[in-house]
């Protein structure tokens, strides 16, 4: 099971950190990923870390950051310089054995609930 939380309002510019606490799972076992969906659109790829390698969406290059504490099973997302097309639920995924990449949805075996962000004007 996967729990994201770390959600909220904030201001344009302002920063939040997202967490996903893994329960039941290691997630060191796992290539892990952020998704995020605004109303009205489809889910979409915001990051992803492997082993070895993170790789991030251009529209979020340069502001958010993916980690993992393998210590703590959570996986986080920093993110600075929020704008206000960032408004989204985000949701944490994690990826079992290798898929064919990350950035899409279907690469992912199990999901978390979302976390909703909401970054005003």
């Known amino acids: 099971q996967l729990q994201a939380s770390g959600g909220g309002l904030v201001q344009a510019g302002g920063s939040l950190r997202l967490s996903c606490a893994a329960s039941g799972r290691t997630l060191s076992l796992y290539s892990m990923g952020w998704f995020r969906q605004a109303p009205g659109k489809e889910r979409e790829f915001v990051a992803a870390a492997t082993s070895r390698s993170t790789y991030y969406a251009d529209s979020v290059k340069g502001r958010f950051t993916i980690s993992r504490d393998n210590a703590k099973n959570t996986m986080y997302l920093q993110m600075i310089s929020l704008k206000p097309e960032d408004t989204a639920v985000y949701y944490c995924?994690?990826?079992?054995?290798?898929?064919?990449?990350?950035?899409?949805?279907?690469?992912?075996?199990?999901w978390g609930q979302g976390t909703l962000v909401t970054v005003s004007s």
């Open positions: 995924a994690a990826q079992g054995n290798y898929r064919g990449g990350y950035t899409e949805r279907v690469r992912y075996d199990y």
